[in-house]
């Protein structure tokens, strides 16, 4: 299923999931930015990290470097784009104090964006993942106490063993985005591939295929 206007055969429209009768599925995985929330851009959630578990000069820098997170996106790569914004929101950062903001300040920003007729889709599955090119530390939090999710499928962020700060970069196997979405949940789900899959852009189609309900 497709949250976009413009959508291919292979992936109708979520307004159509459930059109058939069925009321709920056993399964779902679920894309977040764009999908169960209105907006594309992460952008925003990662200034507010910036800013509450750093400092307002980390803040500008994250914005002065808004041309070249959008150009790396739209031109190299979408990993490119969310990495650089990872890096200059999360290096040095003390782990307890992303925390802090990802428990305390995010999810009120995040549930005043939630996109309703993917939600509503989703809270009638039984199992519920959410798979992201975002933090798993940043967005968890809201996902499992906000929308009921069971369990987040996001980037891991490399963390400092002595200081207990993230160093800005990434773990294995980098940032989650198209074929790494679908490894990751082929390990998460196994055999039995999730009932339904939603995502809203091209590198969400490799995971949404491996789904059961399609065209």
Known sequence: MSTAKQTSRNFPPITKCGSGGTTSYGSIAADLDGTLLISRSSFPYFMLVAVEAGSLLRGFFLLLSLPIVIFAYLFVSEALGIQILIFISFSG????????VSRAVLPRFYAADV???????FEKCGRKVVVTANPTLMVEPFVK??????KVIGTEIEVNPKTKKATGFVKKPGVLVGKWKRLALLKEFGDESPDIGIGDRASDHDFMSMCKLKD
């Open 93 to 100: 950062l003390k782990i307890r104090d992303i925390e802090l």
């Open 145 to 150: 106490d906000f929308l009921g999710g069971d």
């Open 115 to 121: 996109r309703k007729e993917s939600y509503e889709v």
